[in-house]
């Protein structure tokens, strides 16, 4: 039996074995993502500790919906959001 990592008082659906085949990077940019909420580039590459943090993204967006918007001030500066199966 698996059992989910909670997030907050609900449950992400993310279980335990989806942790282990994650990398450290890639773990660490899934658990700012979990909050639901828009994160910059920025944000990301700080989680995944590395300049590589949108591709740490990129690879979880084959098992995850990442949601990606343009910052309306900026003309290449996006946010990314990683869509809760609830909402």
Same mark, same amino acid.
């Given at each position: 039996v698996?059992? /989910?990592?909670p997030?907050?008082?609900d !449950?992400?659906?993310?279980?335990?074995? #989806?942790?282990?085949?994650l990398? *450290?990077?890639r +773990?660490?940019? @899934? /658990? =700012?993502? =979990? #909050?639901?909420?828009?994160?910059? !580039?920025?944000e990301?590459? %700080? !989680? *995944?500790q590395?300049?590589?943090g949108l591709r740490r =993204?990129?690879? @979880?967006?084959?098992?995850? %919906?990442i949601?990606?918007r343009?910052? !309306?001030?900026? +003309?290449?500066?996006?946010?990314?959001? @990683?869509t =809760?199966?609830?909402?």
């Amino acid at each position: 039996v698996e059992t /989910q990592i909670p997030m907050f008082e609900d !449950a992400s659906g993310i279980t335990g074995t #989806d942790m282990k085949e994650l990398g *450290a990077g890639r +773990k660490r940019v @899934l /658990q =700012l993502m =979990l #909050d639901g909420r828009w994160h910059s !580039a920025e944000e990301i590459r %700080q !989680a *995944a500790q590395g300049s590589e943090g949108l591709r740490r =993204l990129r690879e @979880l967006k084959t098992r995850y %919906q990442i949601d990606k918007r343009r910052i !309306a001030s900026e +003309k290449r500066h996006y946010e990314y959001r @990683l869509t =809760l199966p609830w909402e």
